[in-house]
């Protein structure tokens, strides 16, 4: 699936020149940013980042973009203070460098974080979206925690063996057309398992001609032929956490 020399379907992409309208906070043992809504709420969404941490800028721009439309946003550090992927770091180490950073082994994060938003933030209803690496985390998190009432994976790397159809809540699955690492078999797979064993809504959505990490990776204004698709996407996400939170 992926080759030797880029075993990971992360390319930095279009890094966005985006200062964060929020503000970096300690949460037990992990630090987050966290962006809220001038009126008050009782809705929050978790945030995860790709392999580039949760101090990317595009992540960000995503979580700021959460909160114009009315959410508490938290981007915590899912790495739990170990070193992000950097795109001068040796493709070659990237799978021992993966081992340490499962992304279906977050559940001391993710309490951290659910204690915090609702003992903190006075959050009541929550929601999970999530970016490649953070889009498999999504998955792990919407078999594990019912309070989180809506989830959105977005190009979520999926394995023939992988079976994510014991969703407790309605997921959303973004995927790219001309994803190089995530086969659309394995994409037709995935939502025939869901047609035939999930118990919850859930939607799998395909993006013509659209790229691995389309959604929080490219800029309208240097991918004009992306932009309906990029807005597309991110006018989808939001429009489901609207629906179920």
Not at 68 to 73: K, L, P, Q
Not at 117 to 141: I, M, P, R, S
Request: proline share 5%.
């Amino acid at each position: 699936m992926a080759n030797e020399s880029r075993p990971c379907p992360c390319g930095i992409g279009d890094r966005f020149d985006h200062e964060g309208c929020g503000q970096e906070v300690q949460v037990e043992h992990i630090k987050a940013y966290v962006c809220k809504p001038p009126a008050s709420t009782d809705k929050a969404v978790i945030v995860i980042h790709d392999i580039f941490g949760w101090q990317l800028p595009n992540t960000r721009y995503m979580a700021d973009m959460l909160t114009t439309n009315g959410y508490i946003a938290i981007c915590p550090d899912f790495f739990a203070g170990r070193e992000a992927w950097k795109p001068s770091d040796d493709w070659s180490k990237f799978n021992d460098w993966l081992k340490t950073r499962d992304a279906r082994k977050i559940n001391k994060e993710a309490d951290a974080v659910l204690k915090y938003l609702k003992e903190q933030c006075g959050a009541k209803k929550l929601g999970v979206v999530g970016f490649c690496w953070g889009g498999v985390a999504v998955h792990h998190l919407m078999m594990t925690y019912p309070e989180l009432k809506a989830g959105v994976s977005l190009y979520g790397l999926i394995k023939d063996s992988d079976d994510i159809s014991n969703l407790l809540n309605p997921t959303f699955f973004i995927f790219a057309e001309k994803d190089d690492f995530i086969p659309l078999h394995q994409v037709t797979l995935l939502e025939q398992k869901l047609k035939k064993n999930c118990k919850v809504d859930f939607e799998v959505k395909i993006y013509p001609g659209q790229t691995h990490g389309f959604v929080h990776r490219r800029r309208e204004d240097i991918n004009p032929q992306d932009k309906p698709y990029i807005e597309e996407g991110r006018k989808d996400m939001i429009n489901w956490l609207n629906k179920y939170i």
